[in-house]
């Protein structure tokens, strides 16, 4: 039982395409985080957002806690972009809940 | 604000060897975490510490792991001894209560 799943899987997309990457989860949190992983590379913390919308440059991450659903946006996507995203959810203490990551290839 | 630091980067060491990789978390935040990322299971959480004190080591897979916070700037994860498939990235991050978790570079584990 993953507590935390993400789609898609796997998204190709060519450069300037809008991005969407969704997660659901299934356990009561505290904040939800989006991650990116880049190959080979350590793991950023994104955003952190309990409620609304956050955006920062061209990333939107937006979170509806009713039904459990998180969506994170790339507006005019970039090779750079090309990475492993992961959605994480955080209890009310330290206890986190990773997806299985969306891996994001921008072709230029 | 250095990040968290890990060493070493990559370790390459034969099945039976004992293997101890280093955190030092960013300063003043209170809580450290070790996972292992591995291709097939993602991220798994193994044991994490609040103020130096060990929590909850449930995901310490066997006794051949072990993990301490001697203080609030330094932790060791240890396996002993180690097998091939403990070859994963194994990564240390830390937080404070209202942050993100803030990783380490991890570090490559592979045991022949």
């Known amino acids: 039982k993953n507590e935390v799943e993400q789609s898609p899987q796997n998204l190709t997309a060519q450069e300037g395409e809008f991005i969407t990457i969704n997660c659901s989860y299934s356990v009561g949190i505290s904040a939800l985080h989006w991650l990116q992983q880049h190959p080979g590379g350590g793991i950023v913390s994104l955003f952190m957002?309990?409620?609304g919308k956050k955006k920062h440059g061209r990333l939107i991450a937006t979170i509806n806690i009713q039904e459990k659903h998180s969506s994170l946006h790339i507006t005019a996507s970039h090779p750079r972009d090309s990475a492993v995203y992961i959605c994480?959810?955080?209890?009310?203490?330290?206890?986190?809940?990773f997806g299985t990551g969306t891996s994001l290839t921008v072709i230029p | 604000d250095a990040g968290v630091i890990q060493s070493p980067r990559h370790e390459v060491t034969e099945m039976g060897q004992e293997v101890t990789l280093r955190c030092k978390p960013i300063?003043?935040?209170?809580?450290l975490f070790w996972y292992r990322q591995t291709m097939m299971r993602g991220l798994e959480l193994l044991i994490y510490?609040?103020?130096?004190?060990?929590?909850?080591d449930s995901g310490m897979p066997e006794d051949r792991f072990s993990a301490k916070m001697p203080n609030a700037s330094f932790s060791t994860l240890k396996i002993q001894p180690s097998e091939p498939r403990d070859s994963a990235v194994y990564f240390c991050a830390s937080r404070i209560k209202g942050s993100p978790l803030h990783f380490g570079n991890g570090t490559r584990l592979t045991v022949t």
């Open positions: 994480a959810v955080q209890n009310t203490g330290n206890q986190f809940y």
């Open positions: 957002l309990s409620s």
């Open positions: 510490f609040n103020n130096n004190v060990p929590i909850d």
């Open positions: 300063s003043g935040h209170n809580s």
